[in-house]
């Protein structure tokens, strides 16, 4: 069974390549009352060692403006190195091995600046890297919608601690297989982007977080660093402990009151 102890919300914000598409299922209800008997106080976590090491000698700026908090905080991991798992191409397909070394390569790229590690089981991933087109996705009025060719989604629950539960949250990772090349790359670079907490779009192509696809794809920015190291200084309620009291008990992760971050 996952680490999820109770998945719950799912969102997704896609790259499809215009892409921006919030979804929050079943919602993040506020209960009335309950933040005297058991909300979370949101709080910084400390930097990871990578990132907080980034220094931008060129003060390019950054688009932290753009980045949407949800009701729960920042999206940001707390527990080092997060673990990354990437589903392989089989081997029968073509170009499987350009595939699997170019997403490999691309993770490689990130963790010069955050730390993350490969493993190599799906179960207790933080980031799981599907081979697989995005889920299909209908209109309100149950159409089909076109389909994407990589998506990030994430899910937001609960993670037992030394006898505590943390607030915690999942990231899955789809990239079509039939992606080659510079694209695939670039699309998975953007979407591990928003894995590791950018959840919003730079307007710059030079950013690897620009909202669309680019002929010729950027490297990870200085802007992209510089956003990424704001968001991690913001207050979260995400990896602190859950309070154990009555309302609480009866409350699905995500609906616990988060007190002491920006609004969305
Ligand atoms: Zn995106």
Redesign the pocket.
Known sequence: MSWLRKKTAIAA???ALV??SWAIAAAALRVPGSEASGAIVARPHPLPPALAGWHDDGEGGDYFSEVVPLDVGYLVWSRFPVTVYIEPLAPNLPRSRDWNEGVGEVVAEWSAYFPLTLVGDPEGADITIWSRRPPVRLSPTGELLRARSAQTRYQIGDRPDSGRRLLAHHCEIFLSPTQTGDYLKAAAR?ELG?ALGIWG?SDRPSDV?Y?SQVSRPPGISPRDLNTLQQIYRQPTCVGWPIPDTPTTRQLRPWEIPCQGHPTP
């Open positions: 914000l896609a790259v892409c921006w953007h928003h779009h977080m909202f």
